[in-house]
């Protein structure tokens, strides 16, 4: 069995990441870690206890919507069923 450790960092893809900083930093006081590597994309690392928390800009993720899912309880069996919109 594999039991948790601590967490060492936390990566969070975000499309306005510029919007976020100030959020971090001027509202919630965080401050970027200096070690941060010179990526060839905006974001940034702040420390989170012993762990950290990643910002990274990246391009807006378009998520596929999938039908609403129902589910039918009788007192033989389970059935779902997909409805399509």
């Not at 990246?58 to 779902?80: E, F, G, H, W, Y």
């Amino acid at each position: 069995m594999i039991r948790p450790g601590r967490l060492h960092h936390a990566a969070f893809r975000v499309a306005d990441f510029r919007s976020l900083e100030e959020i971090y930093e001027e509202l919630l006081g965080f401050r970027p870690l200096p070690q941060r590597p010179n990526f060839p994309f905006a974001g940034a690392w702040y420390g989170l206890g012993e762990g950290q928390l990643h910002l990274i800009q990246s391009a807006p993720m378009v998520i596929p919507s999938t039908p609403p899912i129902r589910t039918l309880r009788s007192r033989s069996r389970t059935t779902k069923r997909r409805r399509k919109c």
